[in-house]
């Protein structure tokens, strides 16, 4: 006789409508009486009963009731019965008849036992190691114990800390901290010591942020880490430690600004502050003890869990290492091998198809000064030039700044102008076809802009400095007729070529600040020159306008951007703040009047919301790289705007304003500054090729991810004599066919096609490779059929897919001269596919990276999608994510396909959800918000 299922939720007295609504569906799914009860409280979570005690106590995923589907797939999920609609015995209430606490000590064992590296799906299958699908051991220990799991700020890093840290690079920034607090304590009496330590304190609270790579300290110190063997240590406990230092260095800053006159008794409060935390830092630098991490530890040890809280982070280490190694190596191929090939045309014209074949690793690791420079490098030098514009601004304000601060930036600036512009010139000469790819490209030639908005820039510093105004009136109409050229040329190439909604770029904005600095400048050089200056003013603020609003359409309609592109979008800020400090110029205001109060404010807007995006991980989720300083002379012209605005209206919060707006313009570009010199030195970073994602880049991530599985199983096919690894080898070549299969059948009907549209007959030899992939997997396939067909059924039956011929068959294990050859089968296969793999990035890939635009690769993109069985994608999307060796590469597969298919991306959310692990799911999420399903964290509904 069927027992009787009650469920009790967790939720507010207001909820027993919605409670009576689900038990009366519940009751006709099942076809048997339930009851269900509310208890005061949270709507947080939901418990299954029946008379044999818990069976079932799972975390709600929203604050609302789930409806009746989601509690019985959830029933059916986690107590293993499938169509519990006609089967509710007592057999079919639990996994086994293991009880429900005897059920969470099981997973907790095993999930002790694999260390993080190995987990179990729903049904207990062993899977791929550190990759596996289903709901793994993790996931099913946080619904079913949610009071015994750790607060999440115990599991996981607050705010953007990374998972794991690098301990060579923390030690290093330790034994900075140390020097830098030994330097505060011997002159604790000096005047500018509570400023040093107030830097030490903003430093710190960069750290607990960000992590290192948004620090001042964290950047200077990278380059030489880089030198060093990787250590990873988990985030958790360091960010605890750099809370600990925040604390500390905050209370010595306040100690040392209370000391006034002659109260010693602060200074020397400040002063014991200081020396403990150069006595910590000393620890962690030069002895390698980290006491904030000890106390760490020590905290957890009186939590009621045995559960160590930086387990997941210590799961990722492996994984960061190998990423660091493969940036760092230094795997060059100079120029590749240049290869011309012709279509095979009966005629005397033919286009030919021209390009290079590079090693695999050619993106990551070839560094070359020349080659690899591009005009926005150029932006360098704009924001050095901008800053000291600032700083020689707030020198003529009350603020009455020192002079030598923003001489050594026009210096600075200057000679960072004069590098990159010799750079481009030898670039110009060496490597005439690079420097015309990125003339002709919208973005790229936005960044020669920088030549005239370094030119106005030096012309500003100079006239309010210098009596013979010659050179600097030679600088400005330079700078001016420059800009001129450089806007007609932009707004011809706007006119007369084909531009999509997606083509439209924030950086395009850089030539309408440049013609509103422009007449800013003219002003201050003559004052004859304000009626011309017009000129410029009119045309960057119309300009402005119409570009803003083709940017706002892409932003909240279109396509999101790439993240390296998404610093641009601070261009935006820059507009306004120097059309205000233009207007005043051209008007010689005395006061601030409504137009100039118009620009600065609204200046002032743009930078709270874009302040609001880096709090929602919109910004800085890409690794460094030059486009970060997009970031800083927006930041500057903000600061130059409220600094004139602090001279008409000499108040307190108008001097707050200029002050807060001034160190962060400041302390933002050291930072920037910083990590460039680091990525010199590292040869890291910057002057290296950019990162190319998008629809297009789908066909060699599969391909990486193929890789990876097929090392995976050539080492498991020499231990297949084990059970355990067999079952999972079968597993793993299912997936593997499964989404080999696929790969070969879209890119014969799909991609292929296209690529002969442009060269024909291109792609023959790719055919015949994929007829002799396709006969050796069958023959793998078959022998696995023979040995362990339960392998392959599971699979099927995970994806919802027909078992065919498979259905109930059984194997007969594998025998000494079978496992002999899988493994030189193998062996052949791992061959064969990686040649044919390369072969078609080498040869292939090209055609679309040199002709397929945009629109083209993401209807392609879109056309695989459909043509593909949705079942199917259930086994080759998280087949694509969890065989990616490196976390940078998931991401691109994912945002590969959310343009293609942004109305079904939460569908292929769902699939990555439900079959990875807590701790990738919650880094891939952060990474690709617009994924998440419904039910889950950070879940928006789709319109």
Known sequence: MPLPVDIEFCAESGYQE??????????????????????????????????????????????????????ISTLEKQ??????????????????????????????????????????????????????????AEKQRNKLMPSRCLPLYLRFPLFWFPYNVDQTHSRFISSTVCILCVIVAISFRSSWAPYLCACIFADYCLRVLFGGRASLIGGLTAGIAHHFPVR??????????????????????????????????????GLVIILGLAGAAFLDGFVGFCLGCFMFRMALMVLPKKYDATEKSSVLAEEFTETTSFLRADTRDADGTRIIKYAPLDTEKRVPLVYKV????????????????????????????????????????????????????????????????LLLAVQWFFYSRKFYKAWNDPNMFSGFAGFPLCLALFAFILATEWEDKTFVKVLFWLAALSMALLTVIVVGRWIQRMHYRSSVSPSWVI??????????????????????????????????????????????????????????????????????????????????????????????????????????????????????WSYCFPLAALAMAFNQF??????????FAAVSTLCIATYIQAIVAALTLSGIISRTDVFVPPVESGPGSLTVLMHHAFREALEKLVKMSKKINKPEVLMEFGMLWARYDICLEEHSSFEEKITFPLIDEFYPGLTSGAHEQHEVADKLSQRMTRLLDTIVPEARQKVLQQAHLPLGAMQGRVGT???????????????????????????????????????????????????????????????????????????????????????????????????????????MWDRLRVDVPDMAPRETAGYHKFF
């Open 511 to 628: 030539v309408p600040v440049g013609n509103l600095l422009v007449a800013a400048v003219g002003p201050a050089v003559d004052s004859a020159f304000v009626q011309i200056s017009f000129l410029w003013f009119s045309t960057g603020v119309v300009f402005f306008v119409v570009l803003l609003t083709m940017v706002m359409q892409r932003l909240i309609v279109g396509y999101s951007f790439p993240d390296p592109m998404r610093s641009s979008v601070w261009v935006l800020l820059a507009a306004p703040a120097v059309a205000g400090l233009a207007w005043a110029r051209l008007n010689a205001l005395t006061a601030a009047d409504s137009v100039f109060l118009f620009f600065t404010f609204f200046s002032l807007m743009v930078f709270f919301i874009l302040v609001g995006l880096i709090v929602t991980s919109y910004f800085g989720r890409d690794r460094f790289s030059m486009s970060y």
């Open 79 to 136: 107590l293993g019965t499938p169509g519990m609609a006609s089967a509710s015995s007592t057999s079919a209430l639990a996994p086994g008849e293991a009880s429900f606490e005897q059920w969470t000590l099981d997973i907790d064992k095993t999930l002790t036992e694999n260390q993080g590296a190995t987990a179990l799906t729903g049904n207990g299958d062993p899977t791929m190691g550190k990759n596996y699908y289903g709901d793994n």
């Open 813 to 919: 294990g594998v025998s000494e001269q079978q496992m002999l050859e899988i493994q030189a089968l193998m062996q052949d296969i791992a061959s064969f596919d990686n040649k044919h793999f390369a072969f078609e990035e080498e040869h292939l890939k090209v055609v679309g990276t040199k002709h397929f635009n945009f629109k083209l690769a993401k209807e392609t993109a879109r056309k695989i999608w459909f043509n593909t069985e949705v079942n199917k994608w259930r086994v080759i999307v998280p087949f694509m994510v969890c065989m990616q060796k490196y976390h940078s590469r998931r991401l691109q597969f994912l945002k590969a396909l959310q343009p293609a298919i942004p109305e079904r991306f939460q569908l292929v959310g769902r699939m990555v959800y439900e079959n990875v692990d807590e701790l």
């Open 358 to 421: 590079k090693n695999e690793d050619f993106k990551k690791s070839d560094f070359s000064l020349v080659r690899h420079v591009y005009p926005p490098y150029l932006f360098w030098p704009v924001a050095a030039l901008g800053l000291a514009a600032c700083w020689r601004l707030t020198a003529q304000t009350q603020l009455d700044t020192p002079r030598g601060v923003w001489v050594a930036l026009t210096i600075y600036g200057l000679v960072v102008l004069a590098a990159i512009t």
């Open 646 to 655: 602090y001279a008409y209206n000499d108040s307190d919060w108008s001097e």
């Open 18 to 71: 919605e409670a009576t609504r689900l038990q009366a569906a519940i009751e006709r799914r099942l076809g048997e009486r339930v009851t269900v009860t509310l208890r005061e409280g949270r709507p947080e979570s939901f418990e299954v009963t029946s008379s044999g005690g818990s069976v079932i106590h799972s975390k709600l995923l929203s604050g609302d009731l789930p409806d009746a589907a989601f509690v």
């Open 232 to 269: 990873q240590y988990p985030g958790p406990p360091k960010q605890f430690a750099q809370m600990v230092g925040m604390m500390f260095s905050g209370a010595a800053t306040l100690a040392f600004w209370l000391s006034v006159g002659d109260d010693d008794v602060n200074e020397i409060v």
